[in-house]
């Protein structure tokens, strides 16, 4: 069973940046996109940014012109790079991706605080 490892997640003040990295421990087949969510305390999960097979990204507005997503050389492994941080962006960040055929993956969490 392949797992999604996130890492990166902390403690930062508003304003602030981090970088989330998550990479699969194996081999993932037909992969179509990989990409992350979150949920705050209270809240729902929530898309925040995807990309594609053929590199196309899609951000949640909330985000946009903040977060940047983006897929290493393997493209089993994808990191969220998180600017201006701010209190609303406090949640726990979720891993995840698709696949044509072998279904969904997720990983178990990261958590991020942005708190003065």
């Known amino acids: 069973q392949v797992q999604l490892v996130e890492s990166g997640g902390g403690l930062v003040q508003p304003g602030e940046s981090l970088r989330l990295s998550c990479a699969a421990d194996?081999?993932?087949?037909?992969?179509?996109?990989m990409g992350w969510y979150r949920q705050g305390p209270g809240k729902q999960r929530e898309l925040v940014a995807v990309?594609?097979?053929?590199?196309?990204?899609d951000y949640a507005d909330s985000v946009k012109g903040r977060f940047t997503i983006s897929m290493d050389a393997t493209r089993i492994a994808v990191h969220l790079q998180m600017n201006n941080l701010s209190h609303e962006d406090t949640a726990v960040y979720y891993c995840?991706?698709?696949?044509?055929?072998?279904?969904?993956?997720w990983g178990k969490g990261t958590l991020v605080t942005v708190s003065s």
């Open positions: 194996g081999n993932i087949f037909d992969l179509t996109a």
């Open positions: 995840h991706a698709n696949t044509a055929s072998t279904g969904d993956y």
């Open positions: 990309i594609g097979d053929a590199g196309r990204t």
